[in-house]
Nanobody, 126 residues
Framework: VQLQASGGGLVQPGGSLRLSCSTP???????VGWFRQASGKEREGVSC????????SYADSVKGRFAISKNNAENTVYLQMNNLKPEDTAVYYC?????????????????????WGQGTLVTVSS
């Protein structure tokens, strides 16, 4: 199973990036979560979208700045990241699972997802 995450890069504080997660081996009915892992820290949930119930969720640290969306025709989930801060610097991973997952949750857990992409590095620095 392959998930293809892309879109990371170097951006100045206050800038924007859009991450993409393609799930070609799934039929588009699976939830997709975005996680990130900063150097020396544990992987944390950032955002999630589930087509099962249309639910979305965001970590408190990114609410109002990040937005998750899906292009059904391309079976791709996007994470639009605006007003980026140095503390957003991390490797960002997308994940999915074959089982039905609702994103109507206060906190994402790594254990919710069984399939992971390779990660894309986001660096926010002046």
């Amino acid at each position: 199973v392959q998930l293809q995450a892309s879109g990371g890069g170097l951006v100045q504080p206050g800038g924007s990036l859009r991450l993409s997660c393609s799930t070609p081996e799934f039929d588009g009915s699976n939830a997709v979560g975005w996680f990130r892992q900063a150097s020396g820290k544990e992987r944390e949930g950032v955002s999630c979208f589930s087509p099962i119930d249309g639910s979305t969720s965001y970590a408190d640290s990114v609410k109002g700045r990040f937005a998750i969306s899906k292009n059904n025709a391309e079976n791709t989930v996007y994470l639009q990241m605006n007003n980026l801060k140095p503390e957003d610097t991390a490797v960002y991973y997308c994940a999915t699972d074959a089982s039905p997952i609702s994103c109507d949750t206060s906190e994402l857990h790594v254990e919710m997802f069984g399939y992971w992409g390779q990660g894309t590095l986001v660096t926010v620095s002046s």
